[in-house]
């Protein structure tokens, strides 16, 4: 035997339209989490550092938005004049049936190698290879120069002390002059895969890497030469 009760009967039939309301609204919106996917893969598509590995990590979306669910996949699009650094933003836009766009704010990690100490270094003290080691740092934040290569600071003095491990940018060297003027050094020239040396007299102080002039004490000869070392020039012709 059933029972017909007004009250209940009309309490379930509410109960049913406002659930069938709700499913048909949450399938006819789209979602949070893609277009969270939508900012995440642009900039992994988009943002491009050598040797870099980039993280991306999307920021809290509005949970208040109501956006049409796109009947085509999500546009994405970077700002004019942004540049992806930690902070950015990320456009997600959608074309049919009702266009939308909003600007998804994504925080950004970019992992490298970079050069640091390996050991404490005094004030003053010259760069060498074992000096150097890399280590994989985030730079996103970094707005120094930074190296990922440890020739091109050997050489360089520190303008002050810097602890066991601590990241190395170029405001933190300088380039000494390690050829003075009227240093006698040793000439280095190559010659159809042969080596030879001579003696020779700096003419101008020189860091390394730098072009110097140089003088040939046997022939008399000044010529422009690379400062490879202290006491060691190469030189093109002799």
């Given at each position: 035997m059933s029972i017909y009760h007004p009250t209940i009967h009309g309490f379930l039939t509410v109960l049913l339209l406002i659930t069938a309301s709700t499913a048909t609204a949450s399938v006819d919106r789209q979602s949070l989490e893609s277009i969270a996917a939508a900012a995440?893969?642009?900039?992994?598509?988009?943002?491009?550092?050598?040797?870099?590995?980039?993280?991306?990590?999307?920021?809290?979306?509005?949970?208040?938005?109501?956006?049409?669910?796109?009947?085509?996949?999500?546009?994405?699009?970077?700002?004019?004049?942004t540049t992806p650094k930690r902070n950015f933003v990320v456009g997600v836009k959608c074309s049919t049936p009702k266009p939308w766009k909003?600007?998804?704010?994504?925080?950004?990690?970019?992992?490298?190698?970079?050069?640091?100490?390996?050991?404490?270094?005094?004030?003053?003290?010259?760069?060498?290879?074992?000096?150097?080691?890399?280590?994989?740092?985030?730079?996103?934040d970094i707005q120094a120069t930074y190296f990922t290569d440890k020739s091109h600071i050997v050489g360089k003095s520190l303008k002050r002390s810097v602890p066991s491990g601590a990241f190395l940018h170029a405001a933190l060297?300088?380039?000494?002059?390690?050829?003075?003027?009227?240093?006698?050094?040793?000439?280095?020239?190559?010659?159809?895969?042969?080596?030879?040396?001579?003696?020779?007299?700096?003419?101008?102080?020189?860091?390394i890497n730098d072009q110097v002039r140089v003088e040939?004490?046997?022939?008399?000869?000044?010529?422009?030469?690379?400062?490879?070392?202290?006491?060691?020039?190469k030189v093109t012709t002799y």
């Amino acid at each position: 035997m059933s029972i017909y009760h007004p009250t209940i009967h009309g309490f379930l039939t509410v109960l049913l339209l406002i659930t069938a309301s709700t499913a048909t609204a949450s399938v006819d919106r789209q979602s949070l989490e893609s277009i969270a996917a939508a900012a995440s893969q642009h900039v992994q598509q988009n943002v491009r550092v050598p040797g870099a590995t980039i993280t991306p990590t999307v920021k809290s979306i509005d949970t208040r938005l109501r956006l049409a669910r796109c009947a085509t996949p999500l546009e994405t699009f970077t700002p004019q004049n942004t540049t992806p650094k930690r902070n950015f933003v990320v456009g997600v836009k959608c074309s049919t049936p009702k266009p939308w766009k909003i600007y998804v704010p994504v925080s950004v990690a970019i992992e490298r190698k970079v050069v640091v100490s390996m050991r404490p270094l005094a004030r003053g003290h010259v760069l060498r290879p074992e000096d150097l080691d890399a280590q994989t740092h985030d730079v996103a934040d970094i707005q120094a120069t930074y190296f990922t290569d440890k020739s091109h600071i050997v050489g360089k003095s520190l303008k002050r002390s810097v602890p066991s491990g601590a990241f190395l940018h170029a405001a933190l060297l300088d380039n000494p002059a390690i050829v003075k003027r009227g240093q006698k050094v040793t000439l280095m020239a190559e010659r159809d895969g042969v080596r030879v040396k001579m003696s020779g007299t700096a003419l101008e102080d020189g860091a390394i890497n730098d072009q110097v002039r140089v003088e040939n004490l046997s022939s008399k000869r000044r010529v422009e030469g690379t400062v490879l070392a202290h006491n060691l020039v190469k030189v093109t012709t002799y």
